[in-house]
């Protein structure tokens, strides 16, 4: 009950001081990316039920001849580039997190695609609701592989409290500020989770 106070005064407070940012970006969005200004997707959420998570946009719409759509480092422009590097792009989040779709902290909203690949241990980023920031963010974020990523979310479930919570809220004030692990090694965003590799030696 604390934590969802707590995030529910954290966003109010945060969208109050920063909707003049906020305005700003979504001019900004349109002017380089057109319409729409958001970004919406489902997204898991507590115990993986769905919702539509908001974010600004960060990519043009390009397709190929045949209509798919463009791999993310040839429709990211640089003015997207700007917006990630910065975690501006995550500034309407703040509306998911006062609806209680989300956090302000815990595991990141991954893709629904990815649900079935978990295994029992993975599966228990979805004990919680998601986060706008997280354990993982704040300890390599995209730098990181999927299965480091996922250790710190479950030690995250196992271990969260208000001040880690408080810790990991500061530790990313810093890390967006450095601008710090944005991207995987040679990817724009982040390579895509094809499940665990499962030992093959049964006894």
């Known amino acids: 009950m604390l934590k969802r106070l707590l995030d529910i005064v954290i966003a109010s407070i945060a969208l109050i001081l920063l909707s003049p940012l906020y305005a700003f970006v979504a001019y900004k969005v349109k002017k380089n990316?057109?319409?729409?200004?958001?970004f919406r997707q489902v997204r898991p959420g507590l115990n993986g039920k769905p919702f539509e998570m908001i974010k600004f946009r960060t990519m043009k719409d390009a397709?190929?001849?045949?209509?798919?759509?463009?791999?993310?480092s040839e429709r990211l422009t640089p003015f997207g580039?700007?917006?990630?590097?910065?975690?501006?792009?995550?500034?309407?989040?703040?509306?998911?997190?006062?609806?209680?779709?989300?956090s302000v902290v815990g595991p990141r909203?991954?893709?629904?695609?990815?649900?079935?690949?978990?295994?029992?241990?993975?599966?228990?980023?979805?004990?919680?609701?998601?986060?706008?920031t997280g354990h993982a963010q704040v300890n390599g974020r995209?730098?990181?592989?999927?299965?480091?990523?996922?250790?710190l979310d479950t030690w995250y479930v196992e271990?969260?409290?208000?001040?880690?919570?408080?810790?990991?809220?500061?530790?990313?004030?810093?890390?967006?500020?450095?601008?710090?692990?944005?991207?995987?090694?040679?990817?724009?965003?982040?390579?895509?989770?094809?499940?665990t590799k499962?030992?093959?030696?049964h006894d």
């Open 33 to 38: 990316l057109g319409s729409p200004v958001l």
């Open 63 to 72: 397709a190929d001849e045949q209509g798919n759509p463009l791999p993310d």
């Open 81 to 102: 580039k700007m917006l990630r590097s910065s975690s501006l792009d995550e500034m309407p989040e703040l509306w998911n997190v006062i609806k209680g779709d989300m």
């Open 109 to 132: 909203p991954l893709l629904m695609e990815y649900l079935p690949l978990y295994n029992e241990e993975q599966a228990k980023r979805h004990d919680v609701r998601p986060g706008m």
């Open 142 to 151: 995209n730098a990181i592989g999927w299965e480091e990523k996922f250790k």
């Open 159 to 195: 271990n969260q409290s208000t001040v880690l919570d408080f810790k990991i809220m500061l530790k990313t004030v810093q890390k967006v500020i450095a601008k710090e692990d944005i991207s995987a090694e040679g990817e724009a965003t982040m390579t895509k989770f094809t499940g």
């Open 198 to 201: 499962q030992d093959q030696h």
